[in-house]
């Protein structure tokens, strides 16, 4: 009675846990460089990992009372190579603390690593419905796209500490914004600290909504049943609401990414190998592109201005995002084979260019360079690696392959997706949930 009980618990609560984890709910000791606020440098402790940590040790009470085996440790994920590299990489990067110009920072960052691989073990030792979890998925990117819809037609993203929410006024220096000129539109933020980072995880849940749709859609047209053509309606609406919180983070890398999904997905319907129908694909075609045309048409400055990338600003932001290239690499040629050690880069520049202010002091926006500048060409490799073996395991998966390839893109265009825990939760989360085995 008590296991199943505690099963229950476990399932629920690791539903619950992947819908918090974008709440950026903190408890952090500030760590500073020359007076300002040193991001990378903070010691953070999220409410999703307490809940995380606690679903790890009610797993392993339930693993330990069930006596299982080493050999069905993952017997619900076909990926015994990719879980063995997957360690190693792990491994290696705690133990870069060894020669890391600030150990207990890298210690720290290890310690990420390890609470993320422990995503995958829950994953892989639980029989979890995967419907249920492209379900949490795509209402938590429908409440981030609410989010994203208030705090831009209000210009404002109002301050909450019980949400993790830190207030952004569009007048104030270093908030995000479109400056067109004649006015700073505040991009909107969603529950996390950037507009990318929202741009990025809702391109990603759009990706499970369209899953969900088709499979509605497959049910619908064998049952007739008015629930499933209810839920068909309330995925559409999800859609608009993703694609709007997509729109207004005015992250181009978000807008291409959703630009290539459809692009994979045409390329899949054209040779027969596509997850989601024709008719469920023009459906979210029309969605999308209504939905864009009438964000555009009505706020068409910001809009033409990010596009366009001829103001001040977004110039600067070029110029910031090639020289963060430059300072990597340079900083890679120093530290070749192993580098600057695991979670330290930004002290690395610090160290390097000791009259940078904080805010100068920025990762790489690719986090395979950020990556190789951390771990070396040994990290890389390995991480190359593993990413080698996952796509080999999804190959014959088409929705999988079209969500991974998201995914890949992104990371090229930036940093959090490893800077950040947040983003190494989410890759764990999602290599979790694509290779698993559908009963």
């Given at each position: 009675?008590l296991?199943?009980?505690?099963?229950?618990?476990?399932?629920?609560?690791?539903?619950?846990?992947?819908?918090l984890?974008?709440?950026?709910?903190?408890?952090?000791?500030?760590?500073?460089?020359?007076?300002?606020?040193?991001?990378?440098?903070?010691?953070?402790?999220?409410?999703?990992?307490?809940?995380?940590?606690?679903?790890?040790?009610?797993?392993?009470?339930?693993?330990t009372?069930?006596?299982?085996?080493?050999?069905?440790?993952?017997?619900?994920?076909?990926?015994?190579?990719?879980?063995?590299?997957?360690?190693?990489?792990?491994?290696?990067?705690?133990?870069?603390?060894?020669?890391?110009?600030?150990?207990?920072?890298?210690?720290?960052y290890?310690?990420?690593?390890?609470?993320?691989?422990?995503?995958?073990?829950?994953?892989?030792?639980?029989?979890?419905?995967?419907?249920?979890?492209?379900?949490?998925?795509?209402?938590?990117?429908?409440?981030?796209?609410?989010?994203a819809?208030?705090?831009?037609?209000?210009?404002?993203v109002?301050?909450?500490?019980?949400?993790?929410?830190?207030?952004?006024?569009?007048?104030?220096?270093?908030?995000?914004?479109?400056?067109?000129?004649?006015?700073?539109?505040?991009?909107?933020?969603?529950?996390?600290?950037?507009?990318?980072?929202?741009?990025?995880?809702?391109?990603?849940?759009?990706?499970?909504?369209?899953?969900?749709?088709?499979?509605?859609?497959?049910?619908?047209?064998?049952?007739?049943?008015?629930?499933?053509?209810?839920?068909?309606?309330?995925?559409?609406?999800?859609?608009?609401?993703?694609?709007?919180?997509?729109?207004?983070?005015?992250?181009?890398?978000a807008?291409?990414?959703?630009?290539?999904?459809?692009?994979?997905?045409?390329?899949?319907?054209?040779?027969?190998?596509?997850?989601?129908?024709?008719?469920?694909?023009?459906?979210?075609?029309?969605?999308?592109?209504?939905?864009?045309?009438?964000?555009?048409?009505?706020?068409?400055?910001?809009?033409?201005?990010?596009?366009k990338?001829?103001?001040?600003?977004?110039?600067?932001?070029?110029?910031?995002?090639?020289?963060?290239?430059e300072?990597?690499?340079?900083?890679?040629?120093?530290?070749?084979?192993?580098?600057?050690?695991?979670?330290?880069?930004?002290?690395s520049?610090?160290?390097?260019?000791?009259?940078?202010?904080?805010?100068?002091?920025?990762?790489?926006?690719?986090?395979?360079?950020?990556?190789?500048?951390?771990?070396?060409?040994?990290?890389?490799?390995?991480l190359?690696?593993?990413?080698?073996?996952?796509?080999?395991?999804?190959?014959?998966?088409?929705q999988?392959?079209?969500?991974?390839?998201?995914?890949?893109?992104?990371?090229?265009?930036?940093?959090?997706?490893?800077?950040?825990?947040?983003?190494?939760?989410?890759?764990?989360?999602?290599?979790?949930?694509?290779?698993?085995?559908?009963?």
């Amino acid at each position: 009675m008590l296991k199943q009980k505690l099963e229950k618990i476990l399932e629920y609560g690791i539903y619950f846990w992947i819908f918090l984890l974008p709440w950026q709910v903190r408890y952090f000791y500030e760590a500073k460089i020359r007076g300002g606020a040193w991001e990378a440098g903070n010691i953070s402790i999220y409410a999703s990992e307490i809940v995380l940590l606690i679903l790890l040790v009610i797993n392993f009470i339930l693993w330990t009372a069930k006596k299982t085996s080493g050999k069905n440790w993952f017997k619900h994920i076909d990926i015994t190579k990719f879980i063995l590299w997957l360690i190693i990489f792990v491994i290696f990067a705690f133990l870069s603390a060894g020669w890391s110009i600030f150990p207990a920072l890298s210690v720290y960052y290890g310690l990420k690593l390890f609470l993320g691989l422990g995503i995958v073990w829950l994953l892989s030792t639980n029989k979890l419905s995967v419907n249920k979890l492209a379900t949490i998925i795509v209402a938590s990117g429908m409440i981030q796209g609410i989010l994203a819809i208030g705090q831009f037609l209000n210009q404002l993203v109002w301050g909450s500490k019980w949400l993790g929410m830190a207030g952004q006024d569009p007048q104030n220096l270093g908030v995000s914004v479109v400056d067109t000129g004649f006015r700073r539109w505040l991009r909107a933020y969603g529950s996390f600290p950037h507009p990318n980072i929202l741009g990025g995880y809702l391109v990603l849940t759009l990706g499970f909504a369209w899953w969900l749709f088709q499979q509605a859609e497959t049910i619908w047209l064998k049952a007739k049943n008015r629930q499933i053509q209810i839920y068909e309606i309330t995925l559409s609406f999800s859609i608009i609401i993703i694609v709007s919180g997509i729109l207004l983070s005015f992250s181009r890398v978000a807008w291409l990414a959703t630009g290539l999904l459809f692009l994979i997905t045409l390329l899949q319907l054209i040779f027969k190998k596509a997850f989601i129908s024709a008719k469920t694909f023009s459906i979210v075609f029309l969605l999308t592109i209504l939905t864009t045309g009438l964000w555009v048409g009505i706020y068409s400055e910001p809009f033409i201005t990010r596009i366009k990338a001829s103001e001040r600003l977004e110039q600067l932001s070029f110029t910031q995002r090639i020289d963060s290239y430059e300072d990597a690499w340079l900083s890679f040629k120093q530290h070749p084979w192993l580098g600057t050690g695991l979670g330290v880069y930004t002290y690395s520049l610090h160290e390097q260019y000791p009259k940078r202010y904080v805010w100068e002091l920025q990762p790489p926006h690719n986090t395979f360079l950020l990556v190789m500048a951390e771990l070396g060409i040994v990290g890389l490799v390995l991480l190359l690696i593993i990413f080698f073996l996952f796509t080999k395991s999804i190959f014959y998966q088409p929705q999988a392959l079209s969500i991974f390839s998201l995914l890949i893109f992104l990371m090229l265009f930036d940093h959090w997706w490893w800077s950040l825990s947040l983003g190494i939760y989410l890759l764990l989360l999602f290599s979790g949930i694509f290779l698993y085995k559908k009963e």
